[in-house]
């Protein structure tokens, strides 16, 4: 009899500690904010190269609980056959937009060499009131952007259906 509610305790103690510990904890879940991220493709009419080029993108990006945002992108152009690759370290989180800017870590385009600050902006179409297809703009350098060029709050006019793919806004 002894035996029994001793074996008892042991396995409702197991059961009771295999329960508590699988349970999330709130002091090893990271602490993140709202994100964006997307991938597809987009055509631009490059005046300055009086071409259409067609692009190939992707991009991640997080804002913290203190509004710090970090990230990467990477566009590639399908007509020059060139590709960059950016590390975010700014990113304006609204609804449905976000403006992000960071420096070049990789780049075989002689437009674009690697630190060079840039900006782009990305728009979820599906979080307007009045839902439209998903946009993109171009990266540009900042230094169009005359006492913003370490900022991202200034968003790129140039802004682009997407030939394919999607932008998802995460609040």
Not at 58 to 79: C, E, I, M, P, W
Not at 145 to 162: H, K, M, Q, R, Y
């Amino acid at each position: 009899m002894n035996l029994k509610r001793v074996l008892t305790f042991l396995v409702i103690s197991l059961l009771i500690a295999v329960f508590t510990s699988s349970q999330p904890s709130s002091a090893t879940k990271p602490d993140t904010g709202p994100s964006i991220f997307g991938e597809g493709t987009f055509t631009f009419l490059n005046l300055i190269a009086m071409r259409t080029e067609h692009f190939e993108f992707s991009f991640d990006a997080t804002v913290n609980k203190n509004g710090k945002g970090r990230g990467h992108a990477q566009f590639n152009n399908l007509t020059t056959q060139t590709e960059i690759e950016v590390k975010l370290d700014c990113v304006t989180l609204s609804q449905a937009e976000a403006v992000m800017s960071g420096r070049v870590q990789h780049s075989d385009d002689p437009g674009f060499p690697k630190h060079m600050r840039v900006v782009f902006a990305a728009i979820d179409g599906s979080q307007i009131p009045v839902p439209f297809a998903d946009r993109i703009t171009p990266i540009f350098g900042t230094s169009i952007f005359p006492g913003f060029e370490n900022d991202c709050a200034v968003s790129p006019l140039t802004i682009l259906l997407l030939d394919s793919g999607d932008i998802v806004v995460q609040p």
